[in-house]
């Protein structure tokens, strides 16, 4: 059975989204990493122009629905800030990730968050993004 994965891009100035290499970039990396693995990129969930630390992401939701409605494997981001900058509710939503058996990765950090190092360093990494 084929790895099924959703990913999720997000950059937060109206000039990251007019220079359009930030959401490139993001997408780029997401398509080289399943790609190498063999795993079908089913989509790519994008919010341009919308801060992390913002409640209305209407992507994320749609995200988060997704994994509800069992239609991912495997959630990917490029970097961890580009999910959440609050620790708080990135453990929620990995707590939710979790709990309907999809995997996170985050390609740039490239740990595994399952290990008690990967959750350790999760903390720190969550951490520093509400810097």
Known sequence: MTTR???YIRV??????????SLDAQRAA???FCTSRGWELVEI???AGISATKGDRPALEALLEAVEQ?????VIVHAID???????ALLK??????????TFISIMENLDFTTP???LALAVLGTLAEI
Request: proline share 0%; aromatic share 6%; with cysteine.
């Open 5 to 7: 994965v959703i990913g």
């Open 12 to 21: 937060s100035t109206s000039e990251q989204v007019e220079e359009g290499h």
């Open 30 to 32: 997401i398509e080289q």
């Open 45 to 47: 969930k994008i919010e």
């Open 70 to 74: 069992g239609l991912c494997d495997v």
């Open 82 to 88: 580009r999910f959440y900058r609050d620790l708080q």
């Open 93 to 102: 939503a990995l707590n939710h990730l979790r709990q309907h058996n999809v």
């Open 117 to 119: 190092w990967g959750k």
